[in-house]
């Protein structure tokens, strides 16, 4: 059984900095696209960054391009979303994901989630 759980969310002022990690277990992870998903009250889920198995390509949604960084530590099976010069709309519950195939496009549809944990930028 496959299970995430975020951590490292937490309450920051504009223009500051968190780093998320996913702990993943119930499987090899080194295997597996990785991504990270946020989602205000109200608001669809929506994607924000993305990793394939080895780490070497990444893919951002355009508004936080510059500012987050996602990485990985298969070693760890630890994946990471680090939040730079944080927004107020940057503001929303951000979730851990990975796919049900090994080695898939970490574009394509993720089928495990974790419980999400609360990030929260003020101006």
């Known amino acids: 059984q496959v299970q995430l759980v975020e951590s490292g969310g937490g309450l920051v002022q504009a223009g500051g900095s968190l780093r998320l990690s996913c702990v993943a277990s119930?499987?090899?992870?080194?295997?597996?696209?990785m991504g990270w998903f946020r989602q205000v009250p109200g608001k669809d889920r929506m994607f924000v960054s993305a990793?394939?198995?080895?780490?070497?390509?990444?893919y951002y949604t355009e508004s936080v391009k510059g500012r987050f960084t996602i990485s990985r530590d298969n070693a760890k099976n630890t994946v990471y979303l680090q939040l730079n010069s944080l927004k107020p709309e940057d503001t929303a519950v951000y979730y851990c994901?990975?796919?049900?195939?090994?080695?898939?496009?970490?574009?394509?549809?993720?089928?495990?989630w974790g419980q999400g944990t609360q990030v929260t930028v003020s101006s």
């Open positions: 994901a990975t796919q049900g195939v090994q080695a898939g496009n970490p574009l394509d549809a993720y089928d495990y």
């Open positions: 119930g499987r090899t992870f080194s295997t597996y696209a």
């Open positions: 990793i394939n198995w080895s780490g070497s390509r990444t």
